[in-house]
């Protein structure tokens, strides 16, 4: 418990290195809501991809009863991610996209993985 | 309780949508398919001779219909060649549905004998796509790939199927309910009273319409708010026909190919009014320098296109039908005539140059030509190059859906196939094809199709033995170096046309090429008009790529 406390209070910036066309830019934690079924990530990542935005960190999880998925995505904010948001939303499997400060646990607690 | 196959049921899912003519080339993987279509009474199977000119038949029929059309093909390589099909219909939104056969579930990633990975290779190019693993899913799949093709902005839906699937025996109680569209999102009313307010208070006004206004079917609510407010109005190559071409409003088409007095009118616009159009580079040239004192308003059912080349003043994301009709009654009457004679004033000075018009020999002369052989009721399409620029310049659209084009995507090879779809779904229309000589060799083999389904189709062919568009690149911006652009042999067109079993009529040695061209169009069944046309004539003006829309030359 007391592990966790501390991962999750340390700064992001120890867990991901800094890209340095990326320097000054946020970082942005995404939490999407997708249908659970195999093809969904890669119509995610595709469009990431295509416009070589890259994804620092990912996470998914199913949620309930398993007919959704949980998405975790790390990214940094530069001047196109609102457009990124939108096709994301646009896409047929995705329920919705919250938009987290890059202080959001959810990655900072993984960090004893990534040693 | 019913019982039947997945191949079964997938039929009797589209026969319920209403499905009455599919154009697809059978295979290994189709088969199930294909035999449950042999029981279809409603379902008449068009065999193309190449996928992609399946998907081109299919894209065609939607263009008239409005409305989702088939395309099938087998794995592999019938998958692949619908590719081109597919990615065309994404980038002009039409709504499309194709259906593949695949290997079967056990054999999906062993590298099977015509196994690719369509769904991998369509996720980019289609709205939504479908892998489907049991043939109880097709109650769920089949519907939703119709709802998600014609809701919002329309698209090609992919629904890949394997082998087993379509074998599989399924049992249920009740079919599905037939599908029809979502209904469009909600809009903000403020907005739409912002933007009456800066209607009205706009001194130069013009009205921009794309594509979207066809979809919605609203381009008769787009005329009468240029009617009210006195805009003058531009449309993109997608929405020629939205408003007529011999409208005192119509500004003809905007951007690379559009007359100079259009894009001088755009450059000194204090407001434009972007209605189901998303700002392609070919349309706004520079962007930055595109309508550089405008402000904004931007109406489009995809919330992804508000700002996303252009930051709008007023963005409204909805159906643009619906917006306009709110709109309406909103915009105050106005003549506006200081701005109405000033823009007539560039049109005398600048308009569109349309030499050698009388001579049906030449390139604007033949399109003139054409048109006068026809009325309002006719559809035309075209391919890619500058026989396209022309016609989409010169010819008198006045109606919606009469002008089906590859806009997005600029696929050579769409006209022809497309055509045939047009002819499939509207059997009483006249539909011309106007195609270059590189073109119609992208799909020359559906000529085959067009004889045996005995369509209604007239392609007029630019032959200039060249890709003129590239040679006329190539000659105006890298020094005269002509590569790879020319043809060296020429090709017999009139041969291949009747060794098809189509008609074919040459201009050339005609006396008389308008009696002959008359002739040809007004008789019934598929037939090719050969026209040769000079190499060295170039389509003008042009926005060099990459420049500003008032950087015209010619
Ligand atoms: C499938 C495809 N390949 C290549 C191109 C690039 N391209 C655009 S126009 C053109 C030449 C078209 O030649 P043709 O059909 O004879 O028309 P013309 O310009 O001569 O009237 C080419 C090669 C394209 N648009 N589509
Ligand atoms: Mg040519």
New interface residues.
């Given amino acids: 418990m007391s592990e966790q406390n501390t991962s999750a209070t340390k700064p992001l910036s120890e867990f991901i290195p800094e890209v340095p066309e990326h320097n000054g830019f946020h970082k942005v934690v995404l939490e999407l809501g997708v249908a659970n079924h195999?093809?969904v990530m890669?119509?995610i990542c595709?469009l990431f991809a295509?416009r070589a935005f890259n994804v620092e960190g990912i996470l998914c999880m199913p949620v309930g009863t398993g007919s959704t998925s949980r998405i975790w995505l790390l990214v940094f904010e530069d001047q196109r991610l609102?457009?990124m948001i939108?096709?994301v939303?646009?896409?047929?499997?995705v329920l919705y996209v919250n938009k987290h400060a890059g202080e959001h646990p959810v990655f900072g607690r993984l960090d004893e993985f990534f040693q | 309780m019913m019982q039947m196959t997945g191949a079964e049921l997938i039929v009797k899912l589209l026969e319920r949508q209403d499905i009455r003519t599919i154009a697809g080339v059978p295979g290994g993987a189709a088969l199930p398919m294909y035999d449950a279509l042999s029981k279809s009474e409603q379902i008449h199977h068009v065999l193309c001779r190449h996928e992609q000119g399946a998907g081109f038949i299919a894209q065609g029929m939607a263009r008239v219909s409005g409305r989702p059309e088939v395309c099938l093909a087998s794995s592999g390589p019938g998958a692949t060649n619908l590719v081109t099909a597919i990615a065309d219909a994404k980038l002009d939104s039409i709504p499309m549905i194709a259906l593949t056969g695949q290997v079967p579930l056990s054999m999906i990633g062993t590298d099977a004998f015509q196994e690719v990975d369509t769904y991998g290779l369509t996720i980019p190019i289609t709205k939504h796509n479908f892998l489907v693993r049991s043939a109880k899913d097709l109650l769920d799949v089949v519907p939703a790939a119709f709802r998600i093709a014609m809701s919002d902005r329309p698209g090609p839906v992919l629904i890949d199927v394997p082998k087993d699937v379509q074998n599989q025996m399924v049992s249920f109680e009740e079919y599905p309910d037939v599908v029809v569209p979502d209904a469009a999102p909600s809009f903000d009313i403020a907005a739409v009273e912002e933007a009456a307010k800066l209607i009205e208070a706009a001194e130069r006004p013009v009205l921009y319409l794309g594509g979207g206004v066809i979809h919605s079917g609203a381009a008769h609510m787009a005329v009468t708010l240029a009617e009210q407010a006195s805009l003058p109005t531009t449309m993109t190559l997608m929405a020629l026909g939205a408003m007529p071409m011999d409208h005192p409003l119509s500004l003809g088409m905007l951007g690379m190919h559009g007359a100079r007095y259009t894009n001088y009118v755009l450059e000194e616009a204090d407001l434009l009014i972007c209605v189901g159009a998303r700002f392609d580079d070919r349309a706004i040239g520079k962007t930055a320098e595109f309508c550089p004192n405008a402000r904004i308003i931007h109406i489009d059912i995809d919330r992804s296109e508000l700002h996303k080349v252009k930051d709008a003043h007023v963005a409204i994301a909805g159906d643009v039908g619906q917006v306009l009709s709110e709109l309406l009654p909103r915009v105050k009457p106005q003549l506006r005539k200081r701005w109405l004679s000033h823009v007539e004033s560039l049109k005398g000075r600048f308009p569109l140059a349309m030499p050698g018009v009388d001579n049906p020999r030449s390139p604007y002369g033949l399109i003139h030509a054409v048109a006068n052989c026809l009325d309002d009721s006719a559809i035309i399409t075209s391919d890619v190059g500058q026989h396209q620029m022309w016609v989409a310049q010169a010819y008198p659209f006045r109606r919606s859906r009469q002008w089906l084009n590859s806009g997005g995507l600029g696929t050579m090879g769409f006209g022809f196939p497309a055509a045939i779809g047009a002819a499939l779904a509207a059997p009483d229309r006249t539909v011309v094809c106007f195609s270059g000589d590189g073109s119609l060799k992208m799909n020359i083999q559906e000529m085959a199709t067009a004889a045996q389904e005995d369509v209604n189709v007239k392609i007029v062919l630019f032959n200039n033995q060249s890709l003129g568009l590239v040679h006329q690149q190539q000659s105006m911006f890298y020094g005269k170096r002509i590569m790879a652009s020319r043809y060296e042999r020429p090709t017999d067109f009139l041969k291949i046309a009747e060794g098809f079993g189509m008609r074919a009529v040459d201009l050339d040695p005609a006396p008389n090429p308008r009696a002959t061209l008359a002739e040809a169009l007004t008789t019934p069944g598929p037939c090719l008009i050969h026209a040769t046309i000079d190499p060295n004539e170039f389509v003008y003006p042009m926005v060099p790529p990459g420049a500003a829309n008032s950087e015209m030359i010619g």
């Fill in positions: 195999p093809g890669s119509h595709g295509r609102e457009k939108k096709q939303e646009k896409l047929e499997d």
